[in-house]
């Protein structure tokens, strides 16, 4: 390159950067004085708090197990939460005979599994944990076909189990279950039923009605609990038969099954989880649940958990409504007639410090035992979700092909180590209801949140501990027009 092309090119490099340098010199607002002022706005951002906390408890939890879903088993013991005992009761139906025909020749009783397809547990995994295997003795479903996780299945079974086993790793999909008297009566009487009713659903449920799954009850070791799916949760035979020619010679060991799920079957698949808690001696007992009168104590900290569990009660204040209604009376001080709440956030921040790099390790534990995902709900009983969290909607688009989410989010922060939930349509309500009733503090309904796990996630392993009252924080992103 000539040095006559290589002052030209240095030139045209100086003059571009002079140019770039100009553009950052531009005016921004030029021209901004030209917009009229009734259509002039101002962005703001601001935080709320003023909530009050507690701890609640509901039984109103549903529990009948649909479709091929999930059966829990175990006990969990830990200082914070106390006790949680999961047990089930299902119909069991045949799903497989050794034959057509039946059982063979004179079959002959050799052993009994019991099997199970566990895909989630939580707690000492290192632990053998024994459990009972009752037989239900009656028909055992509500009029309404409505379980909760209180129901009491003690009425409906025979006092004798008839098995018990013990899963020793979650890896296992199967236990040897040893047969008690009643046990060995109970497969004497399956090898005798005629292939009739083992191939009439109706039939085989008026005869068997059912099982019923509970751990050994031990007060103080802290054991695990299960998730098992109910297609491959139940009963295997094992056996052997005659040969049918020589009735003297033993054949080979045949097998009969029953699940608790048969997804073919014209009747039975009925199956609900039960769960019982006791907080005795735990944290949360000493905080008091379901104290939420006005007159009772506030919590720093709120506790939630799935499986019918503790939850979070959070009251919307007086305070809280008034300082929202200064957004209105800061916009006709200031010249505006109008405020438009663009977006509100909740956060609801988990008591640990994720954010010191020094004690994220000690965090990680806590973050893991966490619920994924929470919902926010004015009656829990109904599982009324406040406005943003149409769970029922999000549902229902989830079912035309890939999982749809609401903007309320509701998931754990993992970074942040907090809940984060979009709550624009509950403030915007509650701000219209406050305006329609001309500052009518009694007229704001629904000031009371229920804060438990997500709709379609009730009955989650996860616990965990969240700051409350002033620590909540509703970030408010609003518009004012003039």
């Known amino acids: 390159m000539s040095l006559r092309r290589a002052i030209s090119a240095l030139v045209a490099l100086c003059a571009a950067v002079v140019m770039l340098g100009a553009c950052t010199e531009v005016d ?18 601001d935080t709320l708090r ?41 119909q069991i139906l ?30 000492d995994t290192m632990a053998a944990q024994k459990f009972y295997v009752y037989e239900v003795n009656r028909k055992f479903v509500p009029e309404d076909s409505t379980f909760y996780v209180n129901f009491d299945a003690e009425g409906y079974v025979n006092p004798e189990p ?10 296992k999909t199967s236990s040897r279950a040893y047969p008690t008297e009643a046990g060995l009566d109970y497969i004497k009487r399956l090898m005798q039923t005629d292939t009739v009713t083992y191939y009439n659903d109706t ?74 808690h006791d ?10 649940v379901n104290d939420t009168l006005a007159s009772d104590p506030v919590q720093r900290t709120i506790y939630v958990e799935g499986m019918g569990g503790v939850m979070g009660y959070v009251k919307v204040t007086d305070q809280f409504v008034e300082k929202l209604a200064e957004l209105g009376d800061e916009a006709k001080n200031g010249g505006y007639s109008t405020v438009s709440i663009n977006q509100a956030m909740a956060y609801f921040p988990l008591t640990v410090n994720v954010k010191d790099p020094a004690e994220r390790p000690a965090a990680i534990p806590f973050l893991d035992a966490a619920p994924t995902r929470l919902g926010m709900y004015t009656a829990f009983a109904s599982l009324t979700g406040i406005p943003d969290y149409d769970y029922e909607y999000e549902e229902s ?22 809940y984060a939930m979009d709550v624009t349509a509950y403030i915007q309500r509650m701000w219209s209801e406050y305006q329609r009733a001309d500052g009518n503090l009694d007229e704001v309904k629904y000031r009371s949140i229920f804060v438990a796990p997500a709709a379609d996630d009730m009955f989650t392993l996860g616990q965990v501990a969240l700051q409350g009252n002033d620590a909540i924080e509703i970030v408010l992103t609003y518009t004012l027009m003039r």
């Open 28 to 45: 921004d607002a030029l021209g901004s004085d030209l917009i009229p002022e009734n259509q002039r706005m101002t962005i703001r951002i």
């Open 50 to 90: 003023n909530l009050e906390t507690y701890i609640a408890q509901s039984d109103s939890v549903k529990s009948r197990i649909k479709g091929s879903g999930y059966a829990y088993i175990g006990q969990l013991r830990n200082d914070t939460f106390g006790l949680r005992r999961c047990s089930f009761i299902s």
């Open 94 to 123: 045949p799903t497989q005979l050794p034959y057509r025909a039946g059982f063979g020749i004179d079959p002959i009783f050799d052993s009994v599994i019991f099997t199970y397809s566990i895909s989630d547990y939580k707690g």
């Open 162 to 171: 008839l098995f018990e086993f013990e899963i020793t790793s979650p890896t």
């Open 203 to 276: 039939l085989w449920v008026n005869k068997f009605h059912g099982l019923y799954v509970v751990p050994e009850q031990t007060d103080s070791e802290s054991k695990v609990i299960y998730r098992t799916e109910t297609s491959y949760t139940g009963l295997e035979l094992w056996l052997r038969d005659h040969d049918s020619i020589d009735n003297n010679l033993i054949l080979d060991t045949i097998v009969a099954s029953y699940a608790c799920y048969a997804k073919d079957a014209k009747m039975g698949n009925i199956a609900a989880n039960m769960v019982y």
């Open 279 to 288: 907080y005795e001696g735990s944290l949360v007992a000493d905080l008091g």
């Open 397 to 418: 688009l989830s079912n035309y092909g890939d999982q749809y989410k609401l903007p309320y989010g509701g998931e754990l922060n993992r970074s942040r180590g907090c």
